[in-house]
């Protein structure tokens, strides 16, 4: 089916499979959102200490053993120009079954998509109408959205219209608060649901680290959390504003939507709890560090948590928990999250947990391709170099 491709595509999944020899070594019990409460005793821990409701994993990563599919998956990117485009098509050329038709860019268009050596790819400027076309003529199994807020929908509509089947990621915001869409942020939401979606709304990339931090202690949160982000500029995209004057951004980090950013309602939405969250952009390229204020409602130590954190994460291979405060230093250019800090207060009823996590990666084209992992019937680890 795919003659002269195929041997790349081979090519492309023996270098997947030796990048991810580096697994983060972990096993144990793992906790999620939606999880069943269990006694959890942590040995040595004072009586007074010793049972945390910690939530089993109902919902752990899903292995080879659970992936079906070995024929490769005909892929269009809109918005392939971008910075989060271009890093899906630095992932996408490295994956074993992932096969790149379509390119869209208004600016590139007749270019030669640089960065992809599976097959020659032309960048095209594709309309709705033409993404409607391509699809009902069978030409795509996957459409990634890697457009703007608010530019998504009519290229949604098309698809709707012509009731395609195929499988949708959406990297902006636009469904993330749509119920006919599946939230994609596979290491809290039921995995087995973004399987069987073919309507994928990826997390914003703030939303995917703080939740992330949040959801390790989530039953233990009294209050409202308080979390202060700072961005690199990627994060504001490739077209000029405000928030990517690397000018302005050379002796300052600027403070921006103090109050009521999207990320605030997402991350509030999809906890079922109040957050406060407060964006920052500064002067580095990519990578996100996230502080989290967090009010408990017993007291801990430091040590608790930490291991209450490296419990719920046991497993995750895109998550790694740490004793010190991560830098966002570390985080460029890798694929997961790092959790660490755990500063208690005086009170015992306080912690602060500092997050890291690449915008670009994690924060959106890493967890889009976890999503079209799933859905699309592969590992969910497929081609990603796991932390
Ligand atoms: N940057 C980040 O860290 C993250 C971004 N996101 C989200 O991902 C999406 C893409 O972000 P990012 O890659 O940074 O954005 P960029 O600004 O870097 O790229 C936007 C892309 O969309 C295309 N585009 C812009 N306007 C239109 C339009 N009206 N019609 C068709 N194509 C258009 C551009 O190509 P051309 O102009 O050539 O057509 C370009 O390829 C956004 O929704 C963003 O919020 C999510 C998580 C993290
Ligand atoms: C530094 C910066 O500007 N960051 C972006 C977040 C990028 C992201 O995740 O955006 P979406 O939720 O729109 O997909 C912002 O605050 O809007």
Known sequence: MLSGTSVALRAGARRAVRRSASILPATGPARCLAGRQTSFAIAGMSQQRRAYAVTTNPNPPLGKKNATNETPSRIGLIGARGYTGQAL?????????????????????????????????????????????????????????????????????????????????DLSADFRFNDKWTYGLPELVKRSKIAQSRRISNPGCYATGAQIGLSGALDLIEGMPTIFGVSGYSGAGSKPNARNNVEVLKNA?????????????????????????????????????????????????????????????????????????????????????????????????????????????????TQCLQNMNLALGYAEYEGIPVM
């Open 253 to 365: 980090i600027i403070p921006y939507s103090l109050t009521s950013h999207v990320h605030e309602r997402e991350i509030s939405h999809q906890l079922n709890h109040e957050v406060a969250f407060v964006p920052h952009v500064a002067g580095w390229f990519r990578g996100i560090t996230l502080t989290l204020n967090i009010p408990l409602r017993k007291e801990v130590t430091s040590r608790d948590i930490r291991q209450i954190y490296q419990d719920r994460y046991a497993g995750e291979k895109l998550i790694k928990v740490v004793g010190e405060p991560p830098l966002v230093s570390s985080i460029m250019g890798r694929h997961g999250v790092e959790i660490g800090g755990f500063a208690v207060d005086s009170t015992g009823k306080r912690v602060v947990v500092i997050v890291t996590i690449d915008n670009l990666a994690k924060g959106a084209s």
């Open 89 to 169: 098509v630095e992932l996408l050329n490295e994956h074993p079954y992932m096969d790149l038709r379509h390119v869209s860019s208004r600016e590139l268009a007749g270019q030669e998509l640089k960065g992809y050596s599976k097959r020659k790819v032309i960048y095209e400027t594709l309309s709705p109408e033409d993404v409607a076309r391509l699809d009902k003529d069978g030409e795509v199994d996957c459409w990634i959205m890697a457009l703007p807020n608010g530019v998504c929908q009519p290229y949604v509509e098309a698809l709707d219209q012509g009731k395609s089947n195929s499988v949708i990621v």
